[in-house]
């Protein structure tokens, strides 16, 4: 059985109108990954959470949540000091979202400063691939980002895979410069790297996806998919030099992007994980995309998934 770890944080979520009706529940760019991951599975890959939650009452229930779901939640630390950060998501008519955070405390931000996080360290020594996104890398203090790329950069040296999703968010930051600074170090040791052509476009001034490309392929990326929303992927292996476009099928009615390209991820990875082809790792990635945007929240209803079909 392949091994993955998910390396990121999860925040209790509310979904809704300010001083209006809300909905509650947990998201995270690289949990939602984690779920999908799972749900699309169904337990032939042992999926490993990276995190650290505090010892309340709402840090247990996510994690319960999160063993109900099949991930392994074995490398999630606990942290008496610290809670769970919370996000706002605000929709407006075209389903396209705004955030409003709290995490500057979170457990998750400290999750290298942990007592136990060598366990961490050993455990990683031991899985497939590690995968972490740029949120995964920005809510981190700037030592710690270093310490965690240092120790991604020996992973690697050992063949374990590491995929990387750019996932920009410029407020997590403290300026663009310093997102580079970090990000040409992490594409470095990148196998697989999952990026949307909007961030890349915003972060680096890209002038098109072949832009994005060219330049990724320069920074030591060795294989990428490319996320272009409506008009579906491109995959590269800078490698070989197979190129592919692989198109989505149109949504009819959208009504929340949230966790469109976690999901996508979770698709490709699916795939990727369990020897598909990049076309067929795309098209899953495409069709897992496709229904979660047809629904609110970052993580939708078990039963909404039911009658959707892998090739896995």
Known sequence: MKRIAIIG?????????????????????SLNTAVYLARTTNKQIDIQYVSALGQDAVSQGMLERWKSENINTDLVLRDDKRQPGLYLIQLDSKGERTFLY????SAARHLLQHPDFSKVEQALSHVDMVYLSGISLAILPRDDRTR???LLTQL???GIEIAFDTNYR?????NAEEARYFYRQIF???????????????????????????RLKQQGVKQVALKMGAKGNIYCNFKTNETLEIPTQPVKQVV???SAGDSFNAGFLAGWLLNQSPSMCSKQGHLLAGLVIQHKGAIIPTDTMKHIQFSL
Request: glycine share 10%; with cysteine.
């Open 256 to 258: 929340d992007t949230t």
């Open 148 to 150: 965690l790329i240092g």
């Open 188 to 214: 470095s040791i990148t196998d697989l790297a999952l990026v949307t052509n909007d961030d890349e476009q915003a972060l680096w001034g890209d002038s098109d996806e072949n832009a994005s490309l060219q």
């Open 102 to 105: 709290w995490r500057n405390q």
């Open 170 to 174: 410029p407020a997590l930051w403290e």
């Open 9 to 29: 944080e999860c925040m209790i979520e509310l979904n809704g109108e300010p001083f209006g009706s809300m909905l509650q529940s947990y998201g995270g760019d």
């Open 156 to 158: 690697q040296s050992q």
